[in-house]
């Protein structure tokens, strides 16, 4: 069984097509990245897979199950972090990661928390309120959130933003061993380096439709070729 499965997935706003019969297919194991321009429909694909969004027209399946009729099944299962989400600014990382616990029914939870902060490096800021912690450091909490229930799939929107080069370089490590270990991640991005770097798997979004997906080690003229004719392909069809 595939990880995630779309087929002809519409999303409309009004008179804006996000996604116009978007159709992809995410392996278990893949550190799949959609790559796409702003406004490509990226989010509102996480969005719809996640369950926080219904689809205008389409079928989705996250671990076989219908993010749009049971979306609460399928948001226990998965981590999640949206784009720009931090910690509540009145706790701290702690007490944050201690009601995700909770909501999340983690029995051994101090554990895990020690466990993550070790792997993010933020043990140094675990009581410190949020309101007081830099953007890097509120990403890396957001980023302890999505793994610290031994999730089989996470969605994550921009991975890498607001972290310095050598943060960039731990999380990508701790991305990569996640899928070694046969879960499966599925990432957006619009930075070209990101998804030819770490992902195994990407599919290049435009206008709301997957151009292509590809291995982007077996591309010969490398992602960003690809990626400049899908998407020029899409601005200037001549
Ligand atoms: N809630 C909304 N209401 C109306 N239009 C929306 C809404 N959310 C997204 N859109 C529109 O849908 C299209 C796709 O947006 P989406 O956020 O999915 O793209 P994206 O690829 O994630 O962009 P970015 O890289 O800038 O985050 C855009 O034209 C956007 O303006």
Redesign the pocket.
């Known amino acids: 069984m595939a990880a995630i499965e779309v087929d002809g997935l519409r ?1 409309e ?2 008179d ?4 116009d019969g978007l159709d992809l297919t995410v392996e278990a194991g893949e550190l799949y990245g959609l790559l ?12 719809i897979l996640t369950g926080q969004r219904t689809p205008t027209a389409g079928e989705a399946r996250v671990l076989g199950t219908d993010p749009v009729t049971e979306p609460i099944e399928v948001r226990r299962s998965i981590g999640i972090l949206p ?1 720009r989400e931090d910690p509540p600014s009145f706790l701290t990382p702690r007490e944050y990661l201690e009601f995700v616990g909770d909501v999340r029914s983690i029995p051994d939870i101090d554990d895990r928390i020690a466990e993550w902060a070790d792997v993010l490096d933020f043990r140094g800021i675990l009581d410190t309120m949020s309101s007081d912690l830099s953007e890097g450091e509120r990403q890396r909490v957001m980023l302890a959130q999505v793994f610290i229930h031994e999730p089989d799939l996470a969605f994550i ?2 991975p890498l933003v607001n972290l310095d080069p050598l943060m960039q370089s731990e999380v990508k490590a701790t991305l990569r061993e996640y899928c070694a270990d046969g879960n499966t991640l599925f990432l ?1 991005t ?1 930075f070209v380096e990101v998804a030819e770097q770490l992902c195994t798997e990407v599919g290049i ?1 435009a206008d ?1 439709r997957l151009r292509t997906q590809r291995d982007p080690a077996t591309m010969d003229d490398g992602l960003l070729s690809a990626y400049e004719t899908e998407v020029a392909r899409e601005v200037s069809p001549q």
């Open positions: 999303k706003y009004g804006v097509a996000a996604l796409g321009p702003n406004g490509s429909g990226k989010t509102t694909t996480i969005e784009e929107d921009e957006s619009h979004i709301g």
